[in-house]
């Protein structure tokens, strides 16, 4: 089981890393200003639309830019706190993880339904997006089932005196 907890471990901190930096740098200049970002971060996003087929990003609809703003004030905070959780060993870690995935997995059922359901998705764009889905599932998972640490001897005297 600590095997299998390492490796959720690892792709949590490894995907929330993602968000961290991606959501704020790229994702966001969807909804502010493009005179807040420097010319390499716009060409950056540029790129990646064209490259990447991702019509979302290059003209973003208006439900895109709601999910964008969510993910700018409730997702990036998170996925900061998750990273930190992770590596620090914090028991909260596992509460910050499930969130994560429930909004990651949420705004990506609307993605996906937008996707398929106009079928302008290709197979580049659904490979770049698929892996997130994966990854709020095992988010989703390492909330659910995070295994609490069994209590040390002196924490359970203090319980008794108090």
Avoid: N
């Avoid at 930096?21 to 971060?41: E, F």
């Amino acid at each position: 089981m600590g095997v299998v907890s390492a490796v959720a471990d690892a792709v949590v901190v490894l995907f929330s890393l993602t968000i961290a930096v991606g959501v704020p740098l790229i994702d966001a200049q969807a909804v502010l200003s493009h005179d807040a970002y420097p010319a390499q971060l716009r060409d950056l996003k540029r790129w990646y639309a064209a490259e990447f087929d991702d019509y979302l990003m290059a003209h973003p609809p208006p439900f895109f830019r709601g999910l964008l703003c969510l993910e700018l004030a409730f997702l990036w905070p998170l996925s900061v706190a998750t990273v930190y959780g992770v590596l620090a060993r914090r028991r909260w870690a596992a509460t910050t993880s499930l969130m994560v995935g429930v909004t990651t997995l949420t705004s990506l059922s609307a993605i996906f339904g937008e996707m398929l359901g106009s079928g302008k998705a290709t197979t580049k764009l659904l490979q770049m997006y698929v892996p997130y889905a994966v990854f709020a599932v095992i988010a989703i998972l390492r909330g659910l089932c995070s295994c609490s640490a069994p209590a040390s001897p002196a924490s359970s005297a203090r319980k008794k005196r108090v």
